[in-house]
Every structure is written in C-alpha cells, then in structure tokens.
C-alpha cells in the first residue's frame, strides 16, 4: 500500500497568516491526490481535488500544488473558520485508498 | 442537492454483526462508486472500502484491516450502499462515513459524505 506523510501533525497560527501543509507519498501518485478540511463532530469535506483543483464553493485562499511524491495546500491567509484538521489522500493505488496522518491548525 | 446519511450504528458486542446503510439522493446513484470511511475517537481517518458502479462490474475493494469481517453491497433501486460488519472487534469502535467516490473527476476525491454513524463495540 502507498503511505501518506503529512508535516507537521499541528501547528498553530494567527488569523492573516499564510499556511503551508506538506504531504508526502511513498511513491508516485501522478496527480491523484485529495485534500481534505474536517472540523471537530463534522464529517470530512472536499477542498482540493487531482492535486490543485479547487471544489466547488471552496474559498480561493485554499491552494494546491505538488505532483508525483511531494503535495503542497496552502492557505494565503488564514481565517478563523479555517481552524480545523486537514487530510490528504490519494486515490492512485487500489484498493488501499490511503490518507494522511493529518494536520491539525490550531489558534495562536 | 446531493445527500448521504448514513444509519443503523450502535452499541454491539464483541464477536456480534452490525449493518450499516448509506442512503443517497440528489444524483444518480447508479453510476457512482460508494466508498466507506471511518475514524476511531481522537483518530484520523481510515478507508475502510468501496464498492464500483454496477457498470464496473459492483467489484469491491477493502482495507485490510477489515478483509474478510466487511461486506459492502448496493441496492441501486433504492439508491442505498450498505456495510454488513461481522466479527466485530474493540478496535472497530468509530465513527463510519460513506461517501461518493467521483471516478469522473480527476484525483476520483471523495467529493461529498455523510454525517457519520457512530458505532460502538464493547462488552
């Protein structure tokens, strides 16, 4: 099964901040890669589709890049409701449908 | 609007069977694969399976930590996804989402889910 690193596994950060969330594959994945946005009691939502395609609805703060091993989201400028836990995944292997550890935003 | 709710969690045993079913609506339930998620207390996210449209054949695919205990199966006439869960262990305690797998989408995310079904298992 292909693994999913994401760094760091937290980190906290004031509103207007710019924020980098790293994933990693341990191996390629072409652009198969998804992100996720999940709040406490909520169920996982969509952000970020095949890499660095924004979801419908989605604000345009929310960015990704990346391709093959090394995945990249990027939030330009934080806002509050934007505190919550983040997953990546990749759907490039069946049948194991991986995700990332997680990372969890946190208010400075 | 496209929907899935997800229902039939609870407290279970060790050892007994639970099922889960994963209603949809808003789109055609039909042409989509289903995929089952869940996460245990204070844990991230784990895939659990998914099963194909039945024009990819309604295959399955699972994780392996559940291989051989889970079951997922599709009544396409009443656009319901079910996880059939025997054998079931401790470990097994989650919350269990299901969600559209968009394999006409580049990436195929898991573009919408429900809201999850806790389900419990403890003696």
């Known amino acids: 099964d292909i693994q999913m690193t994401q760094s760091p596994s937290s980190l906290s950060a004031s509103v207007g901040d710019r924020v980098t969330i790293t994933c990693r594959a341990s191996?390629?994945?072409?652009?198969?890669l998804n992100w996720y946005q999940q709040k406490p009691g909520k169920a996982p939502k969509l952000l970020i589709y095949?890499?660095?395609s924004l979801q419908s609805g989605v604000p345009s703060r929310f960015s990704g890049s990346g391709s093959g091993t090394d995945f990249t989201l990027t939030i330009s400028s934080l806002q509050p409701e934007d505190f919550a836990t983040y997953y990546c995944?990749?759907?490039?292997?069946?049948?194991?449908?991986?995700f990332g550890g997680g990372t969890k935003v946190e208010i400075k | 609007e496209v929907q899935l709710v997800e229902s039939g969690g609870g407290l279970v045993q060790p050892g007994r069977s639970l099922r889960l079913s994963c209603t949809a609506s808003?789109?055609?339930?039909?042409?989509?694969?289903i995929n089952w998620v869940r996460q245990a207390p204070g844990k991230g996210l784990e895939w659990v399976g998914f099963?194909?449209?039945?024009?990819?054949?309604?295959?399955?695919e699972y994780a392996a930590s559940v291989k051989g205990r889970f079951t997922i199966s599709r009544d396409d006439s009443k656009s319901i996804a079910y996880l059939q869960m025997n054998s079931l262990k401790t470990e097994d305690t989650a919350v269990y989402y299901c969600?559209?797998?968009?394999?006409?989408?580049?990436?195929?995310?898991?573009?919408?889910w429900g809201q999850g079904t806790l389900v419990t298992v403890s003696s």
């Open positions: 969600s559209r797998l968009n394999t006409y989408a580049s990436g195929i995310p898991f573009d919408y």
């Open positions: 808003g789109f055609t339930f039909g042409d989509y694969a």
């Open positions: 095949a890499a660095f």
């Open positions: 995944q990749q759907s490039y292997s069946t049948p194991a449908l991986t």
């Open positions: 191996q390629s994945i072409s652009n198969y």
């Open positions: 099963i194909r449209s039945r024009a990819y054949g309604g295959t399955t």
